[in-house]
């Protein structure tokens, strides 16, 4: 795995930016569905809390084997990356089988709006003059301990539990049965469609700046794709996953509740892990809008301190009850 300093051209990067023209038909933005009542059956519903609209989704329990299907030198020779680097995916193995209660799951990122509701004054900010702030985008620049605020203030004013999701409750959500690189496939190309990454039309927009003000820059690691935002985009302008999930990978990386480890895959439970009882990092997945197509798949792990704030870390909700 990496942390900040592993890929040091992304720290420049940490950008951020504008929406370009898809803003009105994402679903995020839309109207919620109203308030639907408890019951056995439902699948989804809305939580409609203190003027916080959050759509739920139920995910239902299973097995699923967690991990990725490439070894860390097929992703290295398929993406590219400096000589070492192999070393930064190995704690995606050895694959796993993992078992599941099912668990209610957040459909979109916790967007500014939402998250301003617990915090009025949390502001995303914004990346080179591309705004991080508007209400449809995901609240970022929010810590994991801020993350677990906002749940705990959610539950409380629901008197339902909602909290960060296991790794594991993660990638199985991510997955929706697949077991390809990514919930749409192994391609690049077709990636624009189903996820706001660091690709074209990133790159070209980093460029062009960084080379309006004389600076030198590596090349970027980005998809063969174009998926039109350079920053954060507003949540569900990409196409679900077979749950109906939306912005599971790219867009902004999602905290976890779980301790990050390293090789904690080697003894993990089967039935309902929690990760490691300690460690330093906590589990971020999912990649974001500045980060390369290595970042942005369903086994990619990554983590940062609990008290890490960055431009592209935001998060999304579960609850576990049915
Ligand atoms: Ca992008």
Not at 39 to 61: C, D, F, H, K, Q
Not at 87 to 110: A, I, N, T, Y
Not at 112 to 125: D, I, L, M, T, V
Not at 210 to 225: D, G, Q
Request: hydrophobic share 35%; glycine share 12%; with cysteine.
């Amino acid at each position: 795995m990496g942390r900040g300093s592993v890929f040091p051209v992304f720290a420049v990067v940490a950008m951020a930016v504008a929406a370009m023209g898809l803003v009105a038909e994402c679903e995020g933005a839309k109207a919620p569905a109203a308030p639907t009542k408890e019951s056995a059956e439902r699948t989804s519903y809305t939580e409609t809390v203190e003027g916080v609209n959050l759509a739920m989704v139920w995910i239902p329990g299973g097995t699923f084997k967690m991990g990725s299907r490439m070894s860390p030198e097929e992703v290295v020779k398929k993406y590219g990356g400096a000589a070492g680097d192999e070393k930064f995916f190995r704690d995606e193995h050895p694959v796993h089988e993992v078992e599941l209660d099912g668990f209610w799951m957040g459909k979109f990122e916790v967007t500014n709006a939402q998250f301003r509701k617990f915090r009025p004054s949390h502001s995303s900010g914004e990346w080179e003059g591309r705004d991080l702030d508007g209400d449809s985008q995901p609240a970022v620049g929010v810590t994991r301990n801020d993350a677990k605020a906002f749940c705990g203030w959610l539950s409380e004013k629901t008197g339902r539990t909602y909290t960060l999701p296991t790794e594991a409750q993660w990638e199985y959500a991510c997955r929706a049965g697949t077991e390809t690189e990514r919930y749409w496939g192994d391609d690049d190309e077709t990636m624009g469609r189903y996820a706001n990454v660091a690709d074209q039309t990133a790159r070209d927009s980093l460029k062009k700046s960084l080379e309006k003000n004389n600076v030198r820059w590596e090349e970027w690691f980005v998809a063969k794709t174009t998926d039109g935002y350079v920053v954060s985009a507003p949540v569900g302008c990409f196409k679900p996953n077979a749950f109906g999930l939306y912005d599971m990978i790219g867009n902004v990386w999602e905290w976890c509740g779980d301790w990050y480890g390293e090789n904690y895959y080697a003894s993990s439970e089967r039935r309902n892990p929690t990760g490691p009882a300690a460690g330093t990092y906590r589990v971020l997945r999912g990649g974001g809008w500045g980060r390369d197509p290595r970042l942005c798949r369903s086994a990619n792990r990554y983590g940062a301190a609990p008290v890490g704030r960055e431009d592209l870390l935001g998060f999304r909700v579960v609850r576990t009850q049915k």
